[in-house]
């Protein structure tokens, strides 16, 4: 019998349908292995995985296949957003044992949770030199039945290579000038001059290097350091990666010149490159990014934004075509015949040239993405507004993508984050005001009365899975640029509570930080990655926040902490900077300070917003006046306003400016 009925998660849902006697990962599903005697597949993805659904209809849709899995194994699907912990440890064995990773994930295990056999996406058939699925059940069925003594020896091999393994963190000391440097060689050896990121296809959005290189650049004016950032930005928004209709980022682009995006759209990609774009504005005031940011944050609100208040988790990368059959990018691309349609001759000839749409196409059956080629000249902007939206208004007629919409707490608070800067920047308070309602949804739902947050929520119910690292450091940070922005102390306080769990939970020896809380279920390895992913690392976004609230409130215990646990970035900046990237922004903010910024003033008064808008890494702003200002924000205790007027103190290093009343010498002084 199929378990998965009464699962909250989208993705497991999608499968509880299957004739696979599907089990959630629990202690009953290996019980019955055990009783059983037979090995447990594990099966690992997420619900806008474009593999994970072609594997599920190929094979895990198909009675021949479901009849053989249920008779010789307990299989136990995992959704790898609600457990970022289990995805995590057998993830470090696939990629150990094959050299690459990726989902669908395919793991066997013994009945005590020892991976013994891996793969990724199995075909049907035999093809590449893949095997089937079917081959490869019937491998490990041999295996498990005539080689049992060689299959536990495997696995205990495999478990043992997985405990043994020790983290460099760095020992004593931050990351200096030296590893700094070091880390910025290192980017511009693999920049793309051409096409602007890192790397060759598949080519991710660097949003976290990019944070890192705009910091760079406010502390050192290191002009190589913006160029690359800025290029990046550039190259990413005329891309097909972009939505040059809706606004928002896909996951990725298949191809180095960010042509072909896989269509997927993340939380936690547009949250992450909505700051990204709002902060490029502030460094160099590029329109392009001013729109981007604004963009992007509207289609967070408009796409992904549930009823409860909080964010959605994703939007599928396949939908219905014309002609009924679900397939990937149905929903975005368009074709020469398909623009006349909606535009005519001659708005459609303009079209096509202007978003880069040929007979030909870029995608696949002679459909293109669109995207901003650049080579058409100046054209009409009241024109392509016209058309934009013509183009928007048909699509939305299409059949739409999947909505994951359980609300994933670390990706909510990058939401947050990201919302209320973009408001705050461009006077949108209806961005801030979401980011409010967001925290609010987490407080009240994700912490609830159990003072610890839940990873997930979906209808406003909080799941079962505890969070985990990354959790606690991007909710911490949502809240603490969030008090920065709407000077509410109580955002401060409920930072400080989670950042008091980080201290107590997830804290080890010498100032490594561990995925899971000291009491988290016990798996055969205790996650410990501090390394970006698609988001920051659960380590150095701990990290980010720890040091911030030290700024707030003059903690030395959470400062301690940060620079603890920033030793992990001294050892690897240098060596795998693409990986560590807002490791490496975090490092900027402390070589920085960061500066304390206590604006006694109005809320959103003129010295506020330039606050806010000051470039400095990391700096921290308290605003607010009256004698309760600094019971908001420490802070804020005995700064008042000099001659009755709004006034500015600037601190570092435990050294303070003069305070000043004119914004014009504060912008200076936060210039970086």
Same mark, same amino acid.
């Given at each position: 019998m199929n378990r998965l009925a009464d699962e909250t998660s989208p993705y497991l849902l999608q499968h509880a349908d299957n004739p696979v006697d599907w089990w959630p990962w629990s202690p009953e599903a290996f019980a019955e292995a055990r009783e059983r005697g037979v090995p447990v597949l594990l099966s690992v993805g997420y619900s806008s995985?474009?593999?994970? /659904?072609?594997?599920? /209809?190929?094979?895990?849709?198909?009675?021949?296949?479901?009849?053989?899995?249920?008779?010789?194994?307990?299989?136990?699907?995992?959704? *790898? +957003?609600?457990? &970022?912990? %289990?995805? =995590?440890?057998?993830?470090?064995?696939?990629?150990?044992?094959?050299?690459?990773?990726?989902?669908?994930?395919?793991?066997?295990?013994?009945?005590?949770?020892? &991976?013994?056999?891996f793969g990724t996406y199995f075909p049907p058939e035999a093809r590449h030199g893949?095997?089937?699925?079917?081959?490869?059940?019937?491998?490990?069925?041999?295996?498990?039945?005539?080689? *049992?003594?060689?299959?536990? +020896?495997?696995? +205990?091999? %495999?478990?043992?290579?997985?405990?043994?393994?020790?983290?460099?963190?760095?020992?004593?000391?931050? &990351?200096?000038?030296?590893?700094?440097?070091?880390?910025?060689?290192?980017?511009?050896?693999?920049?793309?001059?051409? /096409?602007?990121?890192?790397?060759? =296809?598949?080519?991710?959005?660097?949003?976290?290097?990019?944070?890192?290189?705009?910091?760079?650049?406010?502390?050192?004016?290191?002009?190589?350091?913006l160029q690359m950032a800025a290029d990046t930005c550039s190259a990413m928004a005329r891309g097909g990666i972009y939505d040059q209709l809706g606004g928002g980022f896909a996951r990725y682009s298949v191809d180095r010149e960010w042509v072909v995006p896989h269509f997927e759209k993340m939380l936690y990609d547009n949250a992450l490159l909505c700051r990204v774009y709002a902060h490029l504005w502030r460094t160099t005031g590029s329109d392009e990014a001013r729109r981007i940011a604004l963009e992007t944050a509207d289609f967070m609100v408009r796409e992904l934004r549930t009823a409860e208040g909080g964010f959605a988790s994703a939007l599928d990368a396949d939908s219905e075509d014309a002609d009924g059959r679900h397939v990937e990018g149905a !929903? !975005?691309?368009?074709?020469?015949?398909?623009? *006349?349609e909606v535009l005519g001759e001659d708005d459609a000839a303009f079209a096509a040239a202007y978003f880069g749409v040929t007979e030909k196409g870029t995608f696949e059956e002679g459909a293109s993405v669109l995207r901003l080629p650049g080579d058409t000249g100046p054209v009409d902007a009241a024109r392509v507004a016209d058309v934009r939206g013509r183009l928007l208004a048909a699509r939305e007629e299409r059949p739409r993508p999947g909505l994951d919409d359980k609300v994933v707490a670390a990706w909510n608070g990058l939401a947050i984050a990201a919302l209320a800067e973009t408001g705050a920047y461009f006077d949108r308070p209806d961005l801030v005001e979401r980011a409010t309602e967001a925290a609010d949804l987490l407080v009240r739902v994700h912490l609830g009365e159990v003072a610890r947050l839940a990873r997930t929520s979906k209808d406003g119910q909080a799941g079962d899975n505890a969070g985990?690292?990354?959790? !606690?450091?991007? @909710?911490?940070?949502?809240?603490?640029?969030?008090?920065?922005?709407?000077?509410?102390? =109580?955002?401060?306080?409920?930072?400080?509570?989670?950042?008091?769990? @980080?201290?107590?939970q997830f804290t080890g020896e010498g100032g490594q930080l561990y995925d899971t809380a000291h009491d988290a279920e016990q798996l055969i390895r205790r996650p410990q990655d501090p390394t970006d992913s698609a988001t920051p690392s659960g380590w150095t976004a701990a990290a980010g926040a720890l040091l911030s609230y030290a700024a707030y409130t003059g903690s030395e215990a959470h400062r301690t902490a940060a620079e603890g646990a920033l030793g992990v970035v001294k050892a690897l900046g240098p060596r795998v900077p693409r990986f560590v990237g807002w490791g490496l922004a975090v490092a900027e903010a402390l070589l920085d300070g960061p500066r304390e910024v206590a604006v006694a003033g109005p809320v959103g008064g003129e010295l506020h917003r330039t606050a806010l808008l000051g470039?400095?890494?990391?700096?921290v702003v308290a605003a607010g006046e009256g004698p309760g200002a600094g019971a908001e924000f420490p802070l804020l205790v005995d700064r008042p306003p000099v001659g009755g007027e709004p006034t500015a103190y600037v601190c570092r290093h435990f050294v303070c400016d003069a305070p000043t009343t004119d914004p014009g010498e504060l912008a200076a002084k936060l210039g970086g």
């Open positions: 995985c474009h593999w994970c /659904h072609v594997m599920a /209809h190929e094979s895990f849709e198909d009675e021949t296949v479901a009849t053989y899995l249920n008779a010789h194994f307990v299989p136990v699907k995992v959704d *790898r +957003e609600e457990r &970022p912990d %289990i995805d =995590a440890v057998y993830m470090e064995a696939v990629q150990a044992a094959t050299g690459h990773g990726g989902w669908p994930m395919t793991v066997f295990l013994t009945p005590d949770a020892e &991976p013994f056999y893949s095997p089937s699925f079917q081959q490869v059940l019937e491998g490990v069925v041999a295996a498990w039945t005539d080689r *049992r003594e060689e299959v536990a +020896e495997v696995a +205990e091999r %495999i478990v043992a290579d997985l405990a043994g393994r020790s983290l460099v963190h760095g020992g004593d000391g931050v &990351p200096g000038e030296s590893e700094i440097a070091q880390a910025l060689l290192g980017l511009t050896r693999e920049y793309d001059e051409q /096409h602007g990121g890192f790397g060759g =296809a598949p080519k991710f959005p660097p949003s976290m290097v990019v944070e890192f290189l705009l910091r760079h650049y406010a502390r050192t004016r290191s002009e190589g350091a !929903y !975005y691309v368009w074709t020469p015949a398909q623009l *006349r985990v690292l990354e959790d !606690y450091g991007d @909710v911490a940070e949502g809240f603490l640029t969030l008090a920065a922005v709407t000077g509410e102390g =109580a955002w401060l306080e409920f930072a400080g509570f989670l950042l008091d769990i @980080v201290l107590e470039r400095a890494p990391g700096a």
